[in-house]
């Protein structure tokens, strides 16, 4: 490589673009989050026109249809236009139908009307929840190669699943907000400010990322301007995306399972109490507890490496799992709901710990630039299709093994959650690769020197403009290091 200026800049310009591509997915935890809250409120609100019309699960479920499509949608988007365009478009899409999801009116203002109309627009704002992952989560794990080798995978974790989180929390907390401010005679206003409260993070974010610059490394190792060799491509990474995607489906699977104990717990303090208060408030406090872990899990990540951390949370979280279906029958009664919430809670932040921050981590860095949106998009598409079929599938565990009321109907997913996880654990040991500080750079080297091995002509890589500019593929060490635009090594920045 020809010797070029080394640019310092603040760590503010470093941390910039990593904060503006991954925060978006706040929105996500938040509009994803307030569904559940706002399933209750329309049951209240509009009683069994609600309850016993398809609109019950319809209004919860049909952002997983969406989501999936945006997640593959924008996949393609980013590889082969830009992660710009990408997380630009996600965002905007979150804003108009995140309006129009508070404003839900069908013809004469019926309840049946109302609910067709919400169902609709969740199906789109689906689109926008799925399309951020591939863009945006894609960019800010390219960002992080610009910060100090050391700290990326914790910058990468918490602008991305903590931000999660944090929405979630936020998406149970704003609805107490706003119960208390209009009351329980004033339900209808209450879901749809709930709702509409979802259009302030991503109108947050949206001028900031039309502001963005085109990561620099997407633009050096690009083939949008060439015919992808897929199946180069796929001989290469199906190993690898096969087993991302089989844990993302597993651990979205297993997830249903987990809030039987949430249920169980609001039954037991609440019982057949009328008011919302107290159950949007215990809300609040369950959701709390993924954040010490997601927290937490970021510095492991960068302390013991991606894969053995979410190797630990696995092991762990499958055993606390086992222990909480084999004491269930003495944790889910009134006397012992404090430490029903503690083990619980410990549960939750173990598997945030774990798979929750990291198979992004391992998605977003485990595959070629060229190729990294629609791998990603297509490892997250999956987690979404296990959640959706463990929907279906627990019910039907749970009923074979005695049913709801019963204690070991109640334990059923817990011993196949856990089982799973345990198995999960032996996926990522002995099947996914080391993600180190500097994969995200030698991962395209690596795929360089194969394309090159196969006959493909590696010159047609990155943007026209910039072809005679990239980095030197013959050197690991020259691709560890940031470049910009006009050539100049970009110095790496600790936080």
Not at 269 to 296: R, S
Not at 387 to 408: D, E, H, L, R, W
């Amino acid at each position: 490589m020809s010797e070029s200026v080394t640019v310092r800049r603040s760590r503010w310009e470093v941390l910039m673009p990593v904060i503006v591509c991954g925060s978006g997915l706040f929105s996500d935890g938040y509009l994803n989050g307030i569904i559940g809250t706002v399933n209750t409120l329309l049951g209240r609100v509009y009683g069994d026109d609600y309850k016993n019309s398809p609109a019950q699960s319809n209004v919860s479920s049909i952002a997983f249809a969406g989501t999936i499509i945006g997640m593959l949608l924008f996949g393609y988007i980013s590889d082969n236009y830009s992660r710009k365009l990408g997380m630009v478009l996600s965002t905007a899409i979150l804003i108009v139908f995140a309006a129009l999801c508070a404003g839900a009116y069908g013809p004469g203002g019926s309840a049946h009307g109302i609910l067709a109309a919400l169902t609709a627009f969740r199906f789109f704002l689906g689109i926008g929840i799925g399309g951020e992952y591939p863009a945006g989560s894609v960019a800010c794990s390219e960002a992080t190669g610009e910060i100090k080798s050391g700290q990326r995978n914790r910058w990468f974790i918490i602008f991305t699943n903590v931000m999660i989180d944090f929405g979630f929390v936020i998406a149970a907390f704003a609805p107490l907000c706003v119960l208390w401010i209009f009351g329980m005679n004033k339900l209808e206003v209450v879901w749809r400010v709930s709702l509409g409260l979802g259009v302030i993070p991503p109108l947050s974010i949206i001028y900031l990322r039309t502001k963005l610059k085109e990561p620099e490394r997407f633009k050096q190792e690009t083939m949008k301007d060439t015919k992808v060799p897929w199946v180069l491509v796929i001989k290469y990474y199906w190993f690898r995306l096969a087993v991302i995607s089989a844990l993302w489906f597993i651990y979205d699977f297993s997830a249903y399972s987990f809030g039987i104990y949430g249920s169980s717990i609001l039954d037991i303090i609440l019982g057949d109490e009328e008011a919302l208060y107290k159950p949007f408030g215990w809300n609040v406090i369950l959701n709390l507890f993924y954040i010490p872990g997601a927290v937490f899990g970021s510095f492991l990540s960068d302390w013991i490496g991606p894969k053995m951390a979410m190797t630990i949370g696995l092991v762990l979280q499958g055993g606390v799992g086992l222990l909480m279906a084999g004491l269930y029958g003495r944790l889910a009664t009134p006397e012992h709901v404090a430490g029903f919430v503690v083990v619980y809670g410990f549960f939750l932040t173990l598997g945030e710990m774990g798979v929750g921050d990291n198979i992004g981590l391992l998605a977003s860095k485990s595959s070629a630039t060229a190729i990294r949106g629609q791998f990603y998009g297509i490892a997250a598409a999956m987690g979404k299709v296990g959640a959706f079929v463990g929907a279906y599938v627990f019910p039907i565990i749970i009923k074979n093994a005695g049913g709801s009321k019963t204690i070991k109907g109640n334990q059923a997913p817990f011993w196949v959650s856990s089982a799973l996880c345990l198995f999960s654990a032996i996926l990522v040991y002995w099947g996914q690769p080391e993600i180190g500080q500097e994969t995200i750079f030698e991962e395209d080297v690596n795929f360089r020197k194969y394309l090159a091995d196969n006959g493909f002509d590696i010159t047609q890589i990155g943007v026209k403009e910039l072809r005679g500019q990239r980095l030197d593929e013959g050197s690991a060490e020259n691709v560890s290091e940031p470049i910009g635009k006009n050539g100049e090594k970009l110095e790496s920045v600790a936080l």
